[in-house]
């Protein structure tokens, strides 16, 4: 089966640095995204890493590490539209490459 | 413009009715799934298909159904056996192939039962 585990809430300042972590354990690992969610929308893609490492586009960068489970999303210069939920969404080879969704941590961005 | 459309964006649903989401894409996509999202919870898996006239179950299947008569459109019926329907719906869509596509999302619908 699928666990992926993300904190449930954050808050952080506007024009800070936010890190959110997102940990998880899949049989057939096949690439990790995030996605951004604001209330009652549609979640909208931020990133994607399959091999080990950072990927950075613009103020956000997403890093992966494969033998730890482990990723986390870094938003830098926080703006106040930042506020909104992140999902960490695991892809498996095993589950006909499906996504499977953490619950998501909702981010407070305060001034 | 692609992209995936969901109707309608609020739904009431009265005890005991059957009602139908609809979800139509114009990507060319060959897969597309449905999620229901609680409060505090995650996406969680109704079912997906992944080709025409063929869907598998999701996490949570029971309670609703799905058809794929045609590529482009994926409704989802939710019927009177789902006990707690309240929610909101999102449909999503995606190349077999994903890469690092992912998927695309549909800006969803909320269902309440009145």
């Known amino acids: 089966g699928q666990n992926i585990d993300q904190p449930t809430e954050m808050t952080a300042t506007e024009g800070a640095i936010v890190q959110i972590n997102c940990t998880y354990q899949t049989s057939g690992f096949n690439g990790l995204f995030w996605y951004q969610q604001h209330a009652g929308e549609a979640p909208t893609f931020l990133s994607y890493n399959v091999l080990d490492g950072l990927e950075e586009k613009g103020r956000f960068s997403s890093f992966l590490s494969r033998s730890k489970g482990y990723s986390y999303l870094l938003l830098k210069e926080l703006q106040m539209k930042d506020s909104a939920s992140y999902l960490c969404a695991v892809r498996s080879q095993t589950g006909a490459n499906n996504l499977f969704f953490g619950t998501g941590t909702r981010l407070t961005v305060i001034p | 413009d692609g992209g995936i459309t969901q109707s309608p964006k609020y739904l009431f649903r009265k005890e005991g009715q059957n009602v139908t989401l609809s979800c139509e894409q114009n990507?060319?996509?060959?897969?597309m799934y449905w999620y229901r999202q609680d409060p505090g919870q995650g996406l969680r898996l109704i079912y997906y298909?992944?080709?025409?006239?063929?869907?598998q179950k999701g996490d949570i299947a029971e309670g609703y159904s799905v058809s794929r008569e045609k590529k482009e459109s994926f409704p989802l019926t939710v019927t009177s056996a789902q006990k707690n329907p309240t929610a909101f719906y999102l449909c999503a869509s995606t190349t077999i192939r994903q890469g690092s596509y992912g998927y695309t999302f549909g800006s969803g619908t909320r269902l309440t039962v009145v």
């Open positions: 990507l060319n996509h060959d897969a």
């Open positions: 298909s992944q080709i025409v006239n063929d869907f």
